[in-house]
Structure formats: C-alpha cells, structure tokens
C-alpha cells in the first residue's frame, strides 16, 4: 500500500523531474510490478472483469459433475426456535451462509446420515454445499421460521446465529460470504444491510432493493436467474441498474433451459440407477412431457409424472426421491429452482472478493 501511493505522488509531479525522481519512479514501478505477481500468486482465482457476463455456452451435462474429496458430515443444533446445520473444513478460509427457498429447510443441503437422519440431501443443494467444503468455507445453514423467510425478527436471530456459532468456533475473523436462493435470496439481500459480507449471491430472485436503502459499502452482488423467468429477469436487470448507480460492483449468471437427459439425473441424484432414468426418460416421451428434442414443455410441478410412473409400476406409492427428481426437472425446466451447474462462476466470484474491504 505505501508503495503505491509513493508512486502515486511521483507520477503526478510536473514533468522536469530531476534524475532522482526518475530513479524513485522506476524502483516504485519495479516493486509495484513485484507485488503485483506476489499477489496473483497468491490468488487462486483471477478476478473476473466486472459486471461481465458468463453465457451459457452448450455443454455436455452429463459430463458435467464434478469429483468432490469432501464429504458431507454437518453438526446440527437448536437455537432461537430454529435449527442450524454447518460444517466446518479443517483448515476454513472463509464463512458461508446458505439461505433456502419457501418450503424448505436447512436440512434439505446435507446427505441423510446418522448425524442427521432427517436431512435429505437434495440434488443442487448438496451439490453447492460440497463445492463450498471444497474450497474450505465453512458453511451454515438455518431453517427459516416460517415457510418462507421473513424479515424483522428474522434477520437479528440470523445474525445473533451466525456471530455467536463463528465466535464459539474462532471464525469470526474469517471473510464472510452470503448465498440465497428464492426467498433466501430476498432475505440475503435484506441482511446484507446489517451483517458484513464481502460478497453475496442472489439465486432466483431480484432481492428486496426496492424496499431497502441501499448502503455505499453494500457487498458486491451476483444474481443468478433464469431467464425463462422473463417478469424477475427483467426485476434484476433494473436492480442492477439501481445498484450499479450507488457504485455497488455487480454480475449476473444467466441460466437456460437444458434438454433432460437420463445420465444427468442418474449422476445427480445419488440412489437413482441407471436403468431406472432410461426407464423415465422413456415414459416421459410417451406421455409427451419432452418435446421433440428432449426439452421439458412444462415445469416438474406442473406434470404427473409421479402419476405416469406409478401407473407403471416404476416407483413404489412412497417415492423418497420425489423432491430430488422434481427438482432435476425444474433445473432442466429452466424456470425457477435452485442450481448448482453454475458452481464455477459462483465460487469464482466469491474467491475474487476474499480481500476486499
Ligand atoms: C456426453 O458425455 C457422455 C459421458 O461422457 C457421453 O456418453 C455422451 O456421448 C456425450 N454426449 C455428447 C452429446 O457429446
Ligand atoms: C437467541 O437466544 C439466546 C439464548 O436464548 C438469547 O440470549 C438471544 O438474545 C437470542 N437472540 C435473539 C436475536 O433473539
């Protein structure tokens, strides 16, 4: 930091400098440019430009999942009338905090274990979960009072949570990150006026900026949406705007429609085998829910497709696996629903903002 702002001081010196304030120059240059190869060393991941956008580019899904040495092995506590899962890597780096959409709970980002027979471990969810054990973060999760996630008491128990867990667990010094999907990604962007983060992600929602002041130190903000949801689509677009006018840094994911395909859910969803999605793919094309070129014509909650399977036989009446594929279904939909496929930019964006101020 000195040096530059030495240098700072030089270059803008009026110009008959004499020999010394050249050599001053030049050695502020040279360590500059040496500090400057420190500090990308150092980084894991290079900053990407600002505000630019990844595109979809088309992909091979099933290849797509990645190979994790992480496992999912959270501790579960009761506090404040709600419950909080977390697990904490060995060596933590950074802190997480993952907010649900309506309906769900914390429970529903872990594997079902003897830890926590309750949890179950859906697809996306878990899969974001263990990118972030991965990359050391430490990550918690809280299930929302109610249904959904509401916001005057809310936000002080939440925060009341996370500060005393990462006190308790010597974390609090750590860098703070905020992911929320849905209504968790409404509720992110309200608490971020009150609990310092260095970044945060909004999944499938525009957030509450309409409703909030937004603050100059407001943390960098990427939404994630699909844009088949053209109405929030547009509601993020114009909260962008606005953000980008208080000088808040921003980025979007745009996320498509993906065409539904049996290794994709076979890989995806831990339980299912392979002969089974053969066997769905098959029925779904029968009862005409895919189009000609395998993409879903409706959402996974707007087609009987436990009916189709049950009239057949293919799944018993107590289906466990209900939520995992309806949730499968409504990533390839496209419309609303939590996703892990954009992994790489998410957590890109997070390790890019590990320093900031
Ligand atoms: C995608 O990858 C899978 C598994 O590696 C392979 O079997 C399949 O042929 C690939 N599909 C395309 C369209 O490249
Ligand atoms: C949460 O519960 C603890 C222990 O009962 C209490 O001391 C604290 O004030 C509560 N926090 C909030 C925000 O209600």
């Given at each position: 930091m000195r040096v530059r702002m030495a240098s700072e001081r030089i270059t803008h010196k009026?110009?008959?400098?004499s020999f010394k304030d050249r050599a001053l120059v030049l050695f502020s240059f040279v360590l500059i440019l040496f500090a400057t190869i420190f500090l990308i060393s150092k980084t894991p991941i290079l900053n990407p430009p600002l505000e630019s956008k990844i595109s979809e580019n088309p992909q091979n899904l099933s290849q797509k999942l990645p190979s994790f040495s992480s496992q999912l092995n959270p501790s579960l506590y009761h506090s404040n009338g709600t419950e909080v899962i977390y697990q904490i890597p060995s060596s933590p780096k950074a802190v997480l905090f993952v907010a649900h959409g309506c309906n769900l709970h914390a429970y529903d980002f872990w594997d079902k274990s003897p830890n926590c027979p309750h949890c179950t471990g859906l697809p996306e969810d878990r899969l974001f979960v263990l990118q972030a054990l991965e990359l050391n973060m430490a990550v918690i999760t809280i299930s929302s009072l109610g249904k959904c996630w509401s916001f005057q008491r809310e936000m002080k128990n939440v925060q009341w949570i996370i500060q005393t867990w990462a006190e308790k667990h010597k974390l609090e010094n750590l860098p703070k990150f905020a992911m929320g999907a849905s209504s968790g990604g409404y509720f992110v962007s309200a608490l971020a006026t009150k609990m310092e983060f260095k970044s945060i992600c909004i999944m499938i929602a525009e957030g509450v900026f309409g409703k909030i002041d937004i603050p100059k130190n407001y943390p960098p903000t990427l939404f994630v949406h699909m844009v088949k949801d053209r109405i929030r689509a547009d509601a993020v677009l114009s909260n962008m705007a606005e953000l980008r006018d208080t000088g808040v840094e921003v980025k979007e994911i745009r996320c498509e429609e993906i065409p539904l395909d049996a290794n994709f859910l076979a890989k995806r969803i831990p339980g299912l085998d392979q002969g089974f999605v053969d066997k769905l793919i098959q029925v779904f094309h029968k009862k005409g829910f895919l189009d000609e070129k395998g993409y879903l014509k409706k959402d996974g909650r707007a087609i009987k497709w436990k009916e189709a399977l049950l009239e057949r036989k293919l799944i018993p009446e107590k289906f466990k696996l209900f939520s995992h594929v309806n949730e499968e279904l409504n990533l390839a939909f496209g419309y609303h629903e939590f996703t892990s496929l954009k992994n790489d930019e998410i957590f890109e964006w997070f390790e890019s903002h590990m320093r900031r101020n």
């Open positions: 009026p110009s008959n400098r």
